[in-house]
């Protein structure tokens, strides 16, 4: 997958350094139960809609249940640390890009809708990471701080 392409499972926001290790702690917990899978790709969307779309993605068709269920373990875990649970049900998705302006876009909004069902692939995950997202002028740049391998503890 290239490099700025990612599934999320959550989006905490900025994070002090001095947390980084407690928050590697509690993904490597979360992902214990979880076991390595295969997802496909599958579709095109917009968040919060194809109508005014801010971030497009690809949704999970294949391995969507194992990546529902790694995102609650997840959620779970960071809320021990006093991260806000999520409100919104969990999506899975693999983040494509930002749009720089956003709005209404008839063109953007056509061409989501015309690759609802477009066939991306497929791709095996078997580890979660921690990143560090830095937005700037050229799009996102993203470091990872912590890998863990689903189904093992670190």
Known sequence: MPANLHLTLKFLGAVPEARIDSVAGALSEASLGARP???RIRGLGAFPSA?????????????AREMIELARCVDVALAALGFP???R?????VTLGRVRQ??????LSDALGSATARE?????VPSASLMRSELGPRGARYTEL????????V
């Open 37 to 39: 899978f295969e997802a």
């Open 51 to 63: 109508g005014r779309p801010r971030v497009i993605w690809a949704g999970v068709t294949e391995g």
């Open 85 to 87: 649970r999520d409100e």
């Open 89 to 93: 049900p969990f999506s899975p998705h």
């Open 102 to 107: 956003p709005g209404r876009n008839p063109a």
């Open 120 to 124: 991306f692939g497929q791709m095996r």
């Open 146 to 153: 912590a890998t863990v391998r689903l189904g093992y503890s």
